[in-house]
C-alpha cells in the first residue's frame, strides 16, 4: 500500500462541512450493504425500504429535498451511523474522499480535494509530501511520474519554472489559458456556481502583484501539482499516456493559478481558504466526472 504521508491524518469533520458528501450526489450501495439494510427492522427499517431505489442498478439511496440523502438529519449528521455505527455505512460513504488504484504490484490510496477537509490537509502541508511504503520501481510509467514529482517539487525553482519543465518534459506545448475557459463551459456541469468562477479566467489579472502576494504560500499550488501527478499520471496506460496525464497536471494548477490572482487582483483578497474551495470545485467538476475528463485528456493528447 502506497500513500501520501499526510494521508492517514484525515479525518471528516462532518456536520461541520460546508459542502457535505451527503448533498448533491447520488449514492450507490454496494452488494453486501444491500443485504444488511434488507434486514433492519422497526422504524429505520421502514425508511430503509422507502427511500431506497432497490430495483436500480446499482440501488441507492433516493435523495430529497436539496437532493439530500434521506438519513441525513436537520443537524448534518447520519441517521444510520447515529443508530447503527460507522459499520453500517455503504463502501462510498465510508471510504469518501478517498482513491484507489490497484496497480499489478501495489495499490495506491489518496484523498480527492472534492472533500474540503482533505483539502486544507493537501494544500496546507508546507513541506514536500513524500510517498509512504513507494519502493524504486521498474514500471516504467511510474518511474516517469517520480521523475515528474521530482520536477514539482524542485524548490530551487519559480513555480512556473517548474511546471515548464514538466511540460517540456512530457512534450507538450504550453497551452492557450486564455481559450480554456471556454473549453471548460462546454463540460458537463456540477454546480452552477462554477460558471461564475470560470469567468475569473477571462477576466484582467495582475499576475507579477499576485506572484509576490503568494511568495510565501507557492508550496500551495506545489501541493495541488504533485496532487495531480500522483492522482492521475500512475493510472496511465502507456508512457504517451502519462505525458498527457502529466500535462493535465500543469494545465491544472495553471488554471488554479490564473482564477486565484484574478481574485486577488479584483478583490485584494486571497485566503487560504479561498484557495481550498476553488481546489474543492475544481476536483469536483472535472476529476469526479468521467466524462469531463475524458474531454480534456483528448485536447491535451
Same mark, same amino acid.
Not at 12 to 17: D, K, V
Not at 159 to 173: G, P, S, Y
Not at 192 to 210: C, Q, Y
Given at each position: 500500500?502506497?500513500?501520501?504521508n499526510?494521508?492517514?491524518?484525515?479525518?471528516?469533520?462532518?456536520?461541520?462541512?460546508?459542502?457535505?458528501?451527503?448533498?448533491?450526489?447520488e449514492?450507490?450501495?454496494?452488494?453486501?450493504?444491500?443485504?444488511?439494510?434488507?434486514k433492519?427492522?422497526?422504524?429505520?427499517?421502514?425508511?430503509?425500504?422507502?427511500?431506497?431505489?432497490?430495483?436500480?442498478?446499482?440501488p441507492h439511496?433516493?435523495?430529497?429535498?436539496?437532493?439530500?440523502?434521506?438519513?441525513?438529519?436537520?443537524?448534518?449528521?447520519?441517521?444510520?451511523?447515529?443508530?447503527?455505527?460507522?459499520?453500517?455505512?455503504?463502501e462510498?460513504?465510508?471510504?469518501?474522499?478517498?482513491?484507489?488504484?490497484?496497480?499489478?504490484?501495489?495499490?495506491?490510496?489518496g484523498?480527492?480535494?472534492?472533500?474540503?477537509?482533505?483539502?486544507r490537509?493537501?494544500?496546507?502541508?508546507?513541506?514536500?509530501?513524500?510517498?509512504?511504503?513507494?519502493? %524504486? @520501481?521498474?514500471? !516504467?510509467?511510474? +518511474?516517469?511520474?517520480?521523475?515528474? /514529482?521530482?520536477?514539482?517539487q524542485?524548490r530551487?525553482?519559480? #513555480?512556473?519554472?517548474?511546471?515548464?519543465?514538466?511540460?517540456?518534459?512530457?512534450?507538450?506545448?504550453?497551452?492557450?489559458?486564455?481559450?480554456?475557459a471556454?473549453?471548460?463551459?462546454?463540460?458537463?456541469?456540477?454546480?452552477?456556481?462554477?460558471d461564475?468562477?470560470?469567468?475569473?479566467?477571462g477576466?484582467?489579472?495582475?499576475?507579477?502583484?499576485?506572484?509576490a502576494?503568494?511568495?510565501?504560500?507557492?508550496?500551495?499550488?506545489?501541493?495541488?501539482?504533485?496532487y495531480?501527478?500522483?492522482?492521475h499520471?500512475?493510472?496511465?496506460?502507456?508512457?504517451?499516456?502519462?505525458?498527457?496525464?502529466?500535462?493535465?497536471?500543469?494545465?491544472?494548477?495553471?488554471?488554479?493559478?490564473?482564477?486565484?490572482?484574478?481574485?486577488?487582483?479584483?478583490?485584494?483578497?486571497?485566503?487560504? %481558504? @479561498?484557495?481550498? !474551495?476553488l481546489? +474543492?470545485?475544481f476536483?469536483?467538476? /472535472?476529476?469526479?466526472?468521467?466524462?469531463?475528463?475524458?474531454? #480534456?485528456?483528448?485536447?491535451?493528447?
Amino acid at each position: 500500500m502506497v500513500v501520501p504521508n499526510y494521508y492517514h491524518k484525515f479525518k471528516c469533520i462532518a456536520s461541520e462541512c460546508l459542502h457535505s458528501c451527503c448533498i448533491g450526489w447520488e449514492i450507490d450501495i454496494d452488494p453486501a450493504c444491500v443485504e444488511t439494510y434488507r434486514k433492519v427492522e422497526g422504524e429505520l427499517g421502514e425508511r430503509l425500504q422507502k427511500n431506497i431505489a432497490w430495483d436500480e442498478k446499482p440501488p441507492h439511496f433516493i435523495l430529497g429535498e436539496a437532493e439530500r440523502c434521506p438519513f441525513l438529519n436537520e443537524e448534518n449528521l447520519c441517521d444510520l451511523i447515529l443508530r447503527l455505527g460507522e459499520d453500517s455505512l455503504c463502501e462510498i460513504c465510508s471510504e469518501h474522499p478517498r482513491f484507489y488504484h490497484v496497480l499489478p504490484d501495489r495499490t495506491e490510496a489518496g484523498l480527492g480535494l472534492c472533500c474540503e477537509a482533505a483539502g486544507r490537509l493537501i494544500l496546507g502541508q508546507s513541506e514536500p509530501v513524500c510517498l509512504l511504503g513507494a519502493e %524504486e @520501481d521498474g514500471d !516504467e510509467v511510474l +518511474r516517469f511520474r517520480d521523475a515528474l /514529482i521530482a520536477l514539482a517539487q524542485d524548490r530551487s525553482l519559480p #513555480l512556473k519554472e517548474r511546471m515548464r519543465k514538466i511540460l517540456d518534459f512530457c512534450e507538450k506545448t504550453h497551452q492557450n489559458f486564455g481559450d480554456f475557459a471556454e473549453v471548460l463551459r462546454d463540460l458537463e456541469r456540477l454546480d452552477p456556481a462554477w460558471d461564475s468562477v470560470l469567468d475569473f479566467l477571462g477576466k484582467p489579472a495582475n499576475i507579477s502583484g499576485f506572484d509576490a502576494f503568494m511568495m510565501g504560500r507557492s508550496y500551495e499550488y506545489e501541493q495541488f501539482l504533485v496532487y495531480l501527478l500522483y492522482r492521475h499520471v500512475a493510472c496511465a496506460f502507456d508512457l504517451a499516456d502519462a505525458k498527457t496525464w502529466g500535462a493535465f497536471a500543469v494545465v491544472g494548477c495553471e488554471i488554479l493559478y490564473r482564477m486565484g490572482a484574478a481574485i486577488w487582483t479584483e478583490t485584494g483578497m486571497f485566503s487560504f %481558504e @479561498d484557495q481550498v !474551495e476553488l481546489a +474543492r470545485m475544481f476536483s469536483s467538476e /472535472i476529476e469526479y466526472s468521467e466524462e469531463n475528463l475524458d474531454r #480534456l485528456f483528448e485536447l491535451l493528447y
